[in-house]
């Protein structure tokens, strides 16, 4: 159940250098397209100053933030989706992924808009391709429905939401992985209508002492931009409080109790009983579990209760 995070966008438009500023790892780059050739991939925790409050109030000494695992994906250019500059490869990465941050390249560009085009347009044309194929396969006449509905959708330049598909249409297409149906989140490296961010100015911050970022009165917007990305993704934290560790969870909005249960362990779905949950509010308060179960600001749940962001969960196996 890993949420995977695929940063796409024009050769050069930045999105190495986010990824490298994210994940602090060392990755190639360069002046040239398809230097990323083969996707680099790391793990970012997400700030939440609740796992602080619950690990300071419960005495805990190992706090884990919920994480997001992005993936660097090459630069796509125009005919990717027949295989251009490797496109068919790189394509394939970003089919693996469950949502996507596109990074545009703003300070250069003199119309940054065109770059989002060409990326919407090779999304949409490997979509309308996959569409083809299908309908020559599928044999259930409910998702072949759909499948036709979305081609005709594709053949007019629309998107998934012009469809105004319903969720239970969009479960029963989901195996296919459909491209321009996965969340989009845009971030203008330079002056953008959406989220913009200056990556250039943030490899500088990194190498900033605290005291010298207060006398320079500058300050990385990094962590807004994943707090950002976290909440548009609909993506939303459960805690456990196991031992001395406080650990933040990211669920997919809607998930029930046993899968999360299936976060913490994968085991722990199949031999699922019931999870007892109380509020952060309420943990913090009581101290800790135990002391919030005796006050009855505990309550047991099955496995088809939604959790809720911030629920404190105990899974009982």
């Excluded at 940054?112 to 396969?137: A, H, N, S």
């Excluded at 031992?243 to 249960?261: D, F, L, N, P, Y």
Aim: charged fraction near 30%.
């Amino acid at each position: 159940m890993s949420y995977n995070i695929g940063i796409i966008g024009l050769p050069n438009a930045g999105k190495s250098t986010l990824f490298k500023l994210l994940t602090e790892a060392e990755v190639d780059i360069d002046s040239y397209p398809f230097t990323t050739i083969d996707p680099n991939v790391g793990m970012v925790k997400i700030p939440d100053e609740r796992v602080d409050k619950i690990a300071k109030a419960t005495g805990t000494e190992e706090k884990i933030y919920p994480v997001m695992k992005f993936v660097d994906i090459a630069g796509l250019i125009e005919g990717a989706h027949k295989g251009e500059g490797l496109g068919n490869k790189f394509l394939s990465h970003v089919k693996g992924c469950s949502a996507l941050i596109h990074v545009i390249g703003s300070f250069d560009q003199k119309n940054p808009d065109e770059g989002e085009k060409i990326i919407q347009k090779e999304l949409l044309m490997k979509d309308l391709e996959l569409t083809e194929k299908l309908i020559g396969k599928v044999k259930n006449e409910e998702k072949l429905s759909i499948i036709k509905k979305i081609k005709g959708a594709l053949m007019k330049n629309q998107s998934f939401k012009d469809l105004n598909l319903t969720k239970e249409e969009i479960e029963k297409i989901k195996e296919y992985q459909f491209l321009t149906l996965k969340p989009i989140f845009k971030l203008y490296n330079g002056p953008g209508p959406g989220f913009s961010i200056d990556l250039k100015l943030e490899e500088e911050i990194k190498e900033l002492t605290d005291e010298e970022k207060r006398q320079l009165g500058v300050e990385s917007r990094l962590d807004d931009f994943l707090v950002e990305c976290y909440n548009a993704f609909d993506l939303i934290t459960f805690f456990t409080v196991a031992g001395r560790k406080v650990q933040g969870w990211a669920i997919e909005k809607g998930a029930t109790a046993s899968e999360a249960a299936e976060k913490v362990h994968s085991d722990f779905k199949e031999d699922f009983k019931r999870a007892e949950i109380t509020g952060p509010e309420d943990i913090i308060s009581a101290k800790s579990f135990k002391k919030a179960r005796n006050a009855g600001k505990v309550k047991a749940v099955g496995a088809d209760y939604k959790i809720k962001n911030g629920d404190v969960i105990e899974f009982k196996i």
